[in-house]
């Protein structure tokens, strides 16, 4: 059974927006913005950590030709590790809705905050990533996104296993810090990381 996501539209310029990497310890946190075509729906969007790795690739593509607009922004380790990884997030997310080729007259966020500097009216939506299409096939672009990124390290730096575990705090990824020290890439604000470096 495809799982729920309701869609309500506000017009045709209903965007949602979504994050991807507030936990792992490693990499930048990456957002998307997506502007659906509800004359052009797709099927099968769910929050992506409920789906497959093969099925958000293929829904990454899906959603990339078949949107009115999309756009993934991200935050730097460095703003995440000055601003904090909250404030990062909506740094990211901002920047994705900033930058969606088509304004949107609305915005619905995933979660409970809405992001700073929004060109137009916003929401947040609690686990908004299950609930509404537009955060779904955000999630999912933000998601692939980031992912991709963090294997693309995990060739630089073997060694840390980043394909993985991609960058989250696993036994793994903890004993390859105290091994090997962090990478370029390692968020040194984040407390396993900071005390590791303390230590």
């Known amino acids: 059974m495809e799982p729920f996501v ?22 930048e946190v990456v957002a998307a913005a997506v502007i659906l075509d509800p004359r052009n729906p797709i ?3 769910a929050d992506s950590k409920k789906l497959s790795e093969k099925r958000r ?6 959603i990339q030709e078949k949107a009115l607009a999309y756009s993934v922004a991200s935050a730097s380790i460095d703003e995440i590790d000055n601003i904090n990884i909250l404030h990062a997030s909506m740094l990211a997310m901002s920047r994705a809705v ?7 007259e609305h915005v619905l966020v995933d979660g409970n ?7 137009c009216s916003a929401e947040a939506v609690v ?13 999912i672009l933000a998601k692939v996104t980031r992912d991709r990124a963090i294997v693309e390290a995990a060739e630089i730096y073997p060694e840390y296993g980043f394909e993985k575990h991609k960058g989250y705090p696993t036994a793994q990824h903890l004993e390859a810090i105290r091994l090997h020290g962090i990478t370029p890439i390692h968020r040194r604000s984040f407390g396993p990381v900071k005390k590791i470096l303390e230590g």
Request: proline share 9%.
């Open 98 to 104: 900033s930058t969606l080729s088509i304004a949107p």
């Open 43 to 45: 099927a099968g969007l």
């Open 127 to 139: 686990k908004g990533d299950a609930r509404q299409a537009a955060i779904s096939a955000a999630s």
């Open 57 to 62: 690739e293929a829904l990454f593509v899906e």
């Open 113 to 119: 905050r809405i992001p700073p500097n929004l060109p």
């Open 6 to 27: 309701s869609q309500v539209y506000f017009g045709d310029l209903l965007a949602g927006t979504d994050e991807a990497g507030r936990g792992p310890l490693a990499g």
